[in-house]
């Protein structure tokens, strides 16, 4: 596709519920990056893959959270057991090389309501 | 840890006037982007800026990247009421070259027409 397409756009989860957000990238983009952001804020990184291999997950707050890209495309961010503290809008970026050193094509967001 | 600060956070003025958004750290990055964000989308980045001392200009944009790396400047010519937006600073490699981007925790601009 043209750009970064995220679903679904909103999400209203139970607190406890399960949740599975997906991502799918510019074709042919090497990395991909989950971020989340906060009202207002800057968003803040959660875990990156370069094709299929997770290279860095130091973001991820903690082991609720897990992101696969199995065949190196699309990519889904699942949380387990949502709590109130995890509502935000989670962004994924793609970039067509290892670096991010000419930017990246976000995504629209997924916004996460846990009530 | 790195770190950006950006200031200042929250900027409202009148149409017509100038202004200027400061993004500093102490640590040093091979390059610094700027994006954009409208409410209920992504950012969108503006421009990126890798040598030290460089100046790029984009319309009414000037983007400033600090000789030593370290900083950056956007600054805005007579701001008119669609430059309202989050403006986000960001910062490429430095102590982790993995193509995560660090990012500022944003500046809030309302132009007032």
Do not use: M
């Not at chain 2, 960001?90 to 132009?111: C, D, E, H, M």
């Amino acid at each position: 596709g043209a750009g970064v397409s995220q679903s679904p756009r909103y999400k209203v989860a139970k607190r406890g519920q399960d949740v599975a957000l997906r991502c799918d990238p510019i074709s042919g983009h090497v990395s991909l990056f989950w971020y989340q952001q906060a009202l207002g804020q800057g968003p803040e990184f959660l875990t990156y893959f370069q094709n299929e291999a997770q290279l860095d997950k130091s973001g991820l707050p903690s082991d609720r959270f897990f992101a696969e890209r199995p065949e190196g495309s699309v990519s889904t961010l699942k949380i387990q057991r949502t709590q109130q503290e995890d509502s935000a809008v989670y962004l994924c970026a793609s970039s067509l090389d290892r670096t991010s050193n000419y930017g990246y094509t976000f995504g629209s967001g997924t916004r996460l309501t846990v009530v | 840890t790195q770190l950006l600060e950006q200031s200042p956070q929250f900027l409202s003025i009148q149409e017509g006037e100038n202004l200027t958004v400061y993004c500093n750290s102490s640590s040093v990055f091979s390059s610094l982007q700027w994006y954009r964000q409208e409410p209920g989308e992504g950012p969108v980045l503006l421009v990126t800026v890798v040598t030290g001392g460089e100046v790029k200009k984009l319309k009414r944009l000037t983007f400033q990247f600090g000789d030593a790396r370290k900083d950056s400047s956007l600054h805005i010519t007579a701001a008119q009421p669609g430059d309202t937006g989050l403006y986000l600073c960001a910062g490429a490699g430095g102590s982790s070259n993995t193509g995560k981007l660090i990012f500022g925790q944003g500046t809030t601009l309302q132009v007032k027409p």
